[in-house]
């Protein structure tokens, strides 16, 4: 059974592995992800946070309920305009068990390449909360957290929460 790995914990910095070849642990691991997502009211979960260093990750379109599970994604485009959101993670809980809420500024549209669970090459444009997520998501295979996007000021009131979570 997969755990859920929270902020602090270093495999979450970590730069993840391609993924050369979508065996059945690959699988078995996405489908066990997009359980623990839904679970938890999650729209997106990346492999380093279930303690995975290999680029892949699952997400849900939360306006249409689609679920994607995307092996190697990989932004190859982003637009020009930006937009502030609130983001929250799976791996940054709150004393109440609950992800911590920040406003973070990125694009507000991308174009990502993945490839599917039956290994078919699939790419998409995506705008508005669908690519707030997979940017979120795919900085994890990098290591990156969205606290890392904030200022000092505000992420340490993140952190302060953070820290209070049992
Ligand atoms: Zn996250």
Redesign the pocket.
Same mark, same amino acid.
């Given at each position: 059974m997969l755990q859920m790995k929270l902020c602090g914990d270093l495999v979450l910095r970590e730069k993840c592995e391609p993924v050369d070849e979508i065996t059945p642990d690959v699988l078995s691991a996405m489908d066990e992800m997009v359980k623990m997502m839904a679970e938890q009211n999650?729209v997106?979960?990346?492999a380093p946070?279930v303690g995975i260093t290999k680029r892949f990750l699952v997400m849900m379109n939360p306006d249409s309920g689609e679920v994607f599970k995307m092996v190697n994604p990989k932004i190859t485009g982003r637009g020009t305009k930006t937009v502030i959101m609130e #983001?929250?993670?799976?791996?940054?809980l709150g004393p109440d068990n609950l992800p911590v809420f920040a406003n973070v500024s990125r694009p507000d549209s991308v174009t990502v390449e993945w490839i599917d669970e039956q290994g078919h090459p699939c790419a998409a444009e995506m705008s508005g909360l669908p690519a707030r997520i997979i940017q979120? #998501?795919t900085?994890?295979l990098d290591g990156v957290?969205?606290i890392d996007y904030l200022s000092p000021v505000k992420r340490e009131m993140v952190m302060r929460k953070v820290r209070r979570h049992k």
């Amino acid at each position: 059974m997969l755990q859920m790995k929270l902020c602090g914990d270093l495999v979450l910095r970590e730069k993840c592995e391609p993924v050369d070849e979508i065996t059945p642990d690959v699988l078995s691991a996405m489908d066990e992800m997009v359980k623990m997502m839904a679970e938890q009211n999650g729209v997106g979960l990346a492999a380093p946070q279930v303690g995975i260093t290999k680029r892949f990750l699952v997400m849900m379109n939360p306006d249409s309920g689609e679920v994607f599970k995307m092996v190697n994604p990989k932004i190859t485009g982003r637009g020009t305009k930006t937009v502030i959101m609130e #983001e929250g993670c799976l791996s940054v809980l709150g004393p109440d068990n609950l992800p911590v809420f920040a406003n973070v500024s990125r694009p507000d549209s991308v174009t990502v390449e993945w490839i599917d669970e039956q290994g078919h090459p699939c790419a998409a444009e995506m705008s508005g909360l669908p690519a707030r997520i997979i940017q979120h #998501e795919t900085d994890h295979l990098d290591g990156v957290l969205f606290i890392d996007y904030l200022s000092p000021v505000k992420r340490e009131m993140v952190m302060r929460k953070v820290r209070r979570h049992k």
